[in-house]
C-alpha cells in the first residue's frame, strides 16, 4: 500500500506522536508512506520522506491509495481538495470535537468551528475514533455515520532527564508520596481537583509537567493555599514519560478525554493510576486495573489516591498486563494496517 499522511505540523503533541507510532508500524508492515505537514514546524522526526505543503496547495495524490489525515487543518485540506482526490481518505479524531474547541479556545469559537470541523469530515471515507463511546457521540451528535474505532497504543523509550530535576524529586521522595500530572494545562485536565485535596492528604506531594493556559491560575491557587513546598511545576519537558520512573501514582483527573495516551505510558511503566470516573475511562479500564474516583468529589479523590497507594502492587501489575494485551504502538500502527487492507479491498 502507498499511503499518505496529513500533518498539521511535526510539532511534539500526542497527536503527532501518535501518527508518527502509525507511520513506524505501516513501514515495517511493507507500506510505502510519506508525510505532508502544513505549519513549519519540527519537532519530531520520522523515518520516511516528509513535505511541506501549503492548505490551498493542490499535490497530486493519484500514486496513494490511502490519504490518512489527523486534526482541523488537514481535515479541512481533505474537504478543500476532495475533488481533486481519487484516494480512500481516512481521518483520526484524537477528540471530542466540541468539548476540546472550547475548553482551549472558548465557547465562541467552538460554536463557530465545531460545526466547519463537522462538515470536513464528512468529505472523508472514514472517521477513526479513538474508543467506542467517542464513535457514538460522533454518530449521536454529529450524524457521522462512516466511522469505526482503533484505540491508541504507546510504547516509550528508556531516557534520562536533567540531573537537577532527578535531585528535586529523590528529596521529595523521601518525605512524600508523589503523585504525578503530565499535561497540557487547561481547565478540562482537572488539576485543581488535585490541588484542593493535598489539605488531607499530608503524606502526598503534586508534580506537574507541561504547561498551558490553566498553568497560572493553579501557580496562584497553590500560593494562596500554602502548598509551594507540596506542589511543584515543572513546566514543558519534551519527554516528559520520562519523569513516570520517579512518580510513585500517575494522576488521570480530566473532565473529558479523546484517549489518555499519558496513561498508557503510566501503564508501560507499572504505575498505579487514579482515575476520574468517565465513561471513556470505564471503556479503557476496570477497578481492578485502576482507582476510580468521582469527579468534583474531594472525599472520593482522597480514597482514591490512599486506596492506589494501599493497592499498588496489585494494580501495578494488572495495569501492565492490560498495556501489553491492547496498548501497545505494534497493535495500534497493526491495526491501523488491517483498516486500510480492507478499506482497499
Known sequence: MNIAVILPSLKNTAPIQVAKDIVEKLIIEGCR?????????????FNCPINKISLFEKFDFENYDVIHSHMIKPDFYIWYHKKNINSLCVSTLHNEI??????YYGILISKIFTPLWVMFLKAQDQVVCLSKVAKKYLEKKHNITSST????????????????????LKFKKEKYVILGVIANISKIKGIEQIINSLDKLDNYCLVIIGDG????RLKNLVRGK??????????????????????????????????PL??????????????????????????????????????SLISAVKFANDKKNI????????????????????????KFKNLIK
Open 213 to 216: 493556559p490553566d498553568m497560572e
Open 33 to 45: 508512506v510519506e508525510v505532508f505537514y502544513l505549519k513549519d514546524i519540527i519537532e519530531l522526526s
Open 226 to 259: 500554602g502548598l509551594n513546598e507540596r506542589c511543584m511545576f515543572f513546566g514543558y519537558k519534551k519527554n516528559a514519560y520520562l519523569f513516570l520512573e520517579y512518580i510513585d501514582i500517575y494522576m488521570m483527573t480530566s473532565y473529558s478525554e479523546g484517549f
Open 262 to 299: 499519558v496513561v498508557i505510558e503510566a501503564a508501560q511503566y507499572k504505575k498505579p493510576i487514579v482515575c476520574s470516573n468517565l465513561p471513556i475511562f470505564n471503556e479503557f479500564f476496570n477497578e481492578t486495573q485502576v482507582s476510580f474516583f468521582e469527579l468534583d468529589n474531594k472525599h
Open 98 to 103: 466540541d468539548k476540546v474547541l472550547k475548553d
Open 149 to 168: 474505532y482503533i484505540y491508541n497504543g504507546r510504547t516509550v523509550c528508556d531516557g534520562l532527564i536533567s540531573s537537577d530535576d532527578i535531585d528535586i
Open 315 to 338: 494494580l501495578s501489575k494488572n495495569i501492565y498486563d492490560v498495556y501489553l494485551e491492547k496498548y501497545t504502538k505494534n497493535i495500534m500502527g497493526y491495526n491501523y494496517y488491517i
